[in-house]
């Protein structure tokens, strides 16, 4: 069975630019989008 990779990182508020840096840390915790979707894949 496969095993799931998860991350979470807290925010203090929703505005934008506090959602995009949490999300930049998220990808980059999992190895970064790269790893996630590979090149030339249609997403």
């Not at 999992?30 to 894949?41: A, C, Q």
Request: hydrophobic share 40%; charged share 25%; glycine share 6%.
């Amino acid at each position: 069975m496969k095993t799931a990779k998860i991350s979470i990182v807290k925010v203090a508020d929703y505005n934008s630019g506090e959602i995009y840096t949490a999300l930049k840390k998220n990808l980059s915790l999992l190895g970064g989008l790269e790893n996630i979707i590979k090149p030339r894949s249609k997403v």
